[in-house]
């Protein structure tokens, strides 16, 4: 069964930590994708990424960075955690062609 | 960013009765995906939809790609409790090497025994 795995379903951070949200998958894609998640907003894109050390900027990338050293892995990097960045994270990956967009079971971090 | 016009936002339902949500778009769409996701659980994917007028089933549930490229319904017959949760739709436009999705806010389901 293919699989995007994100490293935490639950994280607690203080404001001001560096937070590092991590997620691999198996199905060998290449492009990976990062959201956030919350109640009325529905899914935002962050950043994505389709190849290793590629990324573009989603819709709302401020007080977000990336990195993609590998094609499994992407990882979501906040600076400086802020208390209204507490949300649900959600990672996600999709061949070339767009097929096969599989999410992961998500993160869901408290920034207190 | 773009977003879909994703209705109804939330419906509350016998179980056994039918459901119908749809979702449309200024935009054109390759594709369309109809995702559920469970409380604290990532989008699952239910169906996805690769040309315009195809209507695919999965057990209970049926979707259609609208003719126009613009728009997408999700029917869920019979329903059951374990039917609980958020719909999303999802638009892909695709081309070069992005992929992106582009999603509707979510249709909360709710289905009384």
């Known amino acids: 069964d293919v699989k995007v795995t994100q490293s935490s379903r639950y994280l607690v951070k203080r404001t001001g930590e560096k937070v590092f949200l991590e997620c691999v998958q198996d199905m060998d894609h290449e492009n990976m994708f990062w959201y956030r998640q919350d109640p009325g907003l529905g899914l935002r894109l962050i950043y994505f990424?389709?190849?290793?050390?590629?990324?573009e900027k989603g819709d709302i990338p401020e007080g977000y960075s990336v990195s993609r050293e590998k094609k499994e892995r992407f990882s979501l990097i906040l600076e400086s955690a802020s208390t209204n960045q507490t949300s649900m994270y959600l990672c996600?990956?999709?061949?070339?062609?767009?097929?096969?967009?599989?999410f992961g079971s998500g993160t869901r971090l408290t920034v207190v | 960013g773009q977003q879909l016009n994703q209705s109804p936002q939330s419906m509350f339902i016998q179980e056994g009765e039918d459901v119908s949500m749809n979702c449309t778009s200024s935009?054109?769409?390759?594709?369309w995906l109809w995702y559920k996701q469970d409380p604290g659980e990532g989008p699952v994917l239910l169906i996805a939809l690769y040309k315009a007028g195809e209507l695919t089933s999965n057990g209970r549930l049926t979707a259609q790609f609208g003719i126009t490229r613009k728009d997408s319904f999700l029917n869920i017959s019979a329903s059951i409790p374990s039917d609980v949760g958020i719909y999303f739709c999802a638009g892909l436009l695709y081309g070069g090497s992005q992929g992106n999705l582009i999603f509707g806010k979510g249709t909360k389901l709710s289905v009384k025994p």
């Open positions: 996600a990956s999709t061949s070339r062609q767009g097929l096969g967009y599989t």
């Open positions: 990424s389709y190849d290793v050390k590629m990324k």
């Open positions: 935009s054109i769409f390759n594709t």
